[in-house]
T-cell receptor
Framework: GENVEQHPSTLSVQEGDSAVIKCTYSDSASNYFPWYKQELGKGPQLIIDIRSNVGEKKDQRIAVTLNKTAKHFSLHITETQPEDSAVYFCAAIPNFGNEKLTFGTGTRLTIIP | KAGVTQTPRYLIKTRGQQVTLSCSPISGHRSVSWYQQTPGQGLQFLFE???????NKGNFPGRFSGRQFSNSRSEMNVSTLELGDSALYLC??????????????FGPGTRLTVL
């Protein structure tokens, strides 16, 4: 089955700076890669996703890049704000068979005012 | 459009008891997945239901079971509770089953504490 590794486990960034979280996956058949943000006391919220037919996707201050050859994908947050403080999870799933979303272990991002 | 709702939000049980958690998906969503979230193990997949049928199951003992109703609402049940079952149980809904419909939207979770 799929295995997703996520780094770093914790990240502190000065407000206004950029944050980058990286994930690697093991199954070359994986073709859908979502990122979730989980705030304290809430369920994970889908913030951006990318499919394997594109290399980059951007939504305002958030972007995701995908390198299929190296089997890794990254979340980039620019101009960070205090409300970006949360735990971020990456995930991956193949596009066939009876598969399920496999999640990374999470990154706790803290924005320092 | 209302999001995924889960009830109850908090639950305290003692070892050996059983518990039933409920999930109402987003209107129009027909697939429901359940996850267990703990600090040590992260987000672990329990099972997925679509059209009242279990399509996929994670590596959990038979004490964990679920079902889905014709209106897509789902319940999960844990019998003979153990201390290690203390966790946040999350429900996620999507338009259809994985892998064709991969966007999953999570509810706020049910925090289960086993004493």
């Amino acid at each position: 089955g799929e295995n997703v590794e996520q780094h770093p486990s914790t990240l502190s960034v000065q407000e206004g700076d950029s944050a980058v979280i990286k994930c690697t996956y093991s199954d070359s058949a994986s073709n859908y890669f979502p990122w979730y943000k989980q705030e304290l006391g809430k369920g994970p919220q889908l913030i951006i996703d990318i499919r394997s037919n594109v290399g980059e996707k951007k939504d305002q201050r958030i972007a995701v890049t995908l390198n299929k050859t190296a089997k890794h994908f990254s979340l980039h947050i620019t101009e960070t704000q205090p409300e970006d403080s949360a735990v971020y999870f990456c995930a991956a799933i193949p596009n066939f068979g009876n598969e399920k979303l496999t999640f990374g272990t999470g990154t706790r991002l803290t924005i320092i005012p | 459009k209302a999001g995924v709702t889960q009830t109850p939000r908090y639950l305290i049980k003692t070892r050996g008891q059983q518990v039933t958690l409920s999930c109402s998906p987003i209107s129009g969503h027909r697939s429901v997945s359940w996850y267990q979230q703990t600090p040590g193990q992260g987000l672990q997949f329990l099972f997925e239901y679509f059209s009242e049928t279990q399509r996929n199951k994670g590596n959990f003992p038979g004490r964990f079971s679920g079902r889905q109703f014709s209106n897509s609402r789902s319940e999960m049940n844990v019998s003979t509770l153990e201390l290690g079952d203390s966790a946040l149980y999350l429900c996620a809904s999507s338009l259809g089953p994985a892998p064709h419909y991969n966007e999953q939207f999570f509810g706020p979770g049910t925090r289960l504490t086993v004493l």
